[in-house]
């Protein structure tokens, strides 16, 4: 059965997993305990982020899984094990490089505060933090008439040649640079080896064009072929930084 996964391996490398670094972003770990003032949204109260109610924009918003949120259906934090990242290593439920921001049920950052919400669970919720529901993303079809080898060189279809990212940046066809070249793999493995930072994927990169087609691949605005939402590259850049 084809896996991505072990495609972007056999392509990138085994040394790419191990031997690049990128941007930092929203991935870091704070301390155990309650949120420090600096690390909630401006005027957002602890109680407001644990428990929400989030922003308007999230009340029903669709994850990253196309999954819509339903606030009247939704878990607490303590009640399906949240926690953020270096604390979720210490879990035997917690499998290496998962983290909401590759969790199909995780709602990316859409008023450029750094946070999300999600479609189960209540409250704020940082890329980089995990649960015990934490649901794998699908893994999208290699598309009808395309071979595997020709994923990551092809021309991507007609609405994304020129789309805009969701951070609004314009793609430019004749201006890209090759998966290759900016080491492009899934976003579980890139943080499980080291690359990426905890809470980063191209689901909350600036650069991403999510799926127009309903084919379940996006594109990039500075990289060609094509690309998942749960992938990764060396210049993810956090889409609230050009919010």
Known sequence: MWSRRNYLVATVGVAALSGCTGDTGNGTTEPDGEEEEGERPEGVSVEEFESGPVPDVYMSATSLGNEQRNPDELSSKSDVGFSEYEEALENDAHQ???????????????????????????????????????????????????????????????????????????????????????????????????????????????EFIPDENGDMWGACAKVEGYIAVEDWCTIWEHVSEEA
């Open 96 to 206: 290496p490089g998962t983290c909401c921001a590759n969790c199909a049920d995780y709602i990316v950052d859409k008023n450029g505060d750094t946070f999300g919400a999600c479609v189960e669970v209540e409250g704020y919720i940082d890329g980089a933090d995990w649960c015990v529901i934490y649901e794998e993303l699908p893994e999208p079809e290699v598309p009808e008439g395309m071979s595997e080898a020709e994923l990551a060189t092809a021309e991507v279809p007609e609405e994304y040649r020129t789309a805009s990212s969701q951070a609004g940046e314009e793609r430019n066809p004749d201006e890209l640079q090759s998966q290759e070249a900016v080491s492009l793999m899934e976003s579980v493995d890139a943080i499980a080896d080291g690359p990426a930072q905890p809470g980063q994927s191209c689901g909350n990169c600036a």
